[in-house]
């Protein structure tokens, strides 16, 4: 039987990657670096603010400092910050499958965004309240597709439940590679949502692929659950 689900949120919950990369683009262009839209989807969409600065200034050949870094992590930060408070960036089925999952098993965020900025999202849309547990880059592990948000997450749910989890039994919700990765590795079943990339990227990689977050039931999960347990 399914014992929790772990959903990723930038990509899954919030269609908040526009305005990640709008504030991205804002921090770079105020020191002459430009950042367009075909890029950051191919190449940068699945790191933290600091894995992406990281790796921009690696491929741009650009020396920068720690400090320089912190400097461009909170400018960024501030600015998505303010547009999150703006207006509801739920995509379309998001609030339905989170509520219809916690009426059932225990939830938990493992997200390479801020945790301040899920805050924001998941208060201003009443679902805050639906999980019990939130791994994020401000807990300072290594981004996805490293497991440890997906580790985390899980150390921190079984903390609040008082008692063990076992992954195999766990089901991820993400929107990338990167994320389907990470998930695997930590040992959790995972659905891929075609939120940001379309199936054929995602195929293979995935235990399921949807078009929409309607598309995913408790039901449809633990079906997904008991045939993988019967091929094993």
């Excluded at 989807?41 to 741009?60: I, K």
């Amino acid at each position: 039987m399914l014992e929790a689900v772990f959903f990723d949120f930038d990509g899954v919950i919030a269609d908040s990657e526009p305005l990640h990369l709008r504030g991205y683009q804002a921090v770079l262009r105020a020191d002459g670096i430009d950042l367009d839209k075909s890029e950051y989807y191919a190449r940068y969409l699945g790191y933290d603010d600091v894995g992406l600065f990281e790796a921009l200034a690696h491929d741009r050949r650009l020396h920068l400092s720690p400090a320089k870094i912190d400097e461009w992590v909170a400018a960024k930060s501030t600015i998505v910050e303010e547009m999150l408070t703006n207006g509801s960036v739920l995509f379309p089925g998001a609030a339905a499958c989170v509520r219809a999952f916690a009426e059932r098993v225990p939830l938990a965020v493992a997200s390479g965004a801020l945790e301040p900025e899920i805050e924001i999202v998941l208060t201003h849309a009443g679902l805050r309240n639906h999980f019990a547990a939130i791994a994020s880059a401000s807990d300072g592990v290594r981004g996805k597709p490293e497991p440890d948000l997906y580790l985390l997450a899980i150390a921190k749910l079984t903390d609040r439940l008082s008692q063990p989890l076992n992954p195999a039994a766990c089901i991820a919700i993400e929107d990338s590679r990167w994320g389907l990765e990470a998930a695997r590795r930590a040992g959790l079943r995972s659905v891929a949502v075609t939120h940001t990339y379309p199936a054929t990227d995602l195929a293979g990689a995935a235990d399921l692929v949807v078009d929409a977050l309607s598309d995913i039931t408790v039901s449809r999960i633990e079906d997904l659950l008991r045939d993988n347990g019967s091929a094993r």
